[in-house]
Nanobody, 126 residues
Framework: QVQLVESGGGLVQAGGSLRLSCAVSGRLFSSARLGWFRQAPGKEREIVAAITRSGDKIYYADSVKGRFTISRENAKNTVYLQMNSLKPEDTAVYYC???????????????????WGQGTQVTVSS
């Protein structure tokens, strides 16, 4: 059974840091491009960061570039999103996702991701 399980969300003050983790089923982890998306209240879901299967290509949305870091740890079948210098506008539900098509290429649209986690809430207070 394919599973993606996020953890690490919570409440933090502006300027603080959080690290999100997403545990991915083993077979899926080794074959998929992985991404982090977020959805703020009243807004559409948007991509935050993506990383290819081998980790050689990484994408960040302009809004998080220089503050967030995506990484994958093969030994633990886990993808991380390190979030530093958090801002109130980063408040959202964060989802990890896995895409099995074009795993060696970056893809940004939701339609390129086949499997999704349940989401974890990140709230940044001002």
């Amino acid at each position: 059974q394919v599973q993606l399980v996020e953890s690490g969300g919570g409440l933090v003050q502006a300027g603080g840091s959080l690290r999100l983790s997403c545990a991915v089923s083993g077979r899926l982890f080794s074959s998929a491009r992985l991404g982090w998306f977020r959805q703020a209240p009243g807004k559409e879901r948007e991509i935050v960061a993506a990383i290819t299967r081998s980790g050689d290509k990484i994408y960040y949305a302009d809004s998080v570039k220089g503050r967030f870091t995506i990484s994958r740890e093969n030994a633990k079948n886990t993808v991380y999103l390190q979030m530093n210098s958090l801002k109130p506008e980063d408040t959202a539900v964060y989802y990890c996702a896995a895409g099995t098509g074009w795993p060696t290429e970056l893809r940004f649209g939701e339609r390129y991701y086949d499997y999704w986690g349940q989401g974890t809430q990140v709230t940044v207070s001002s």
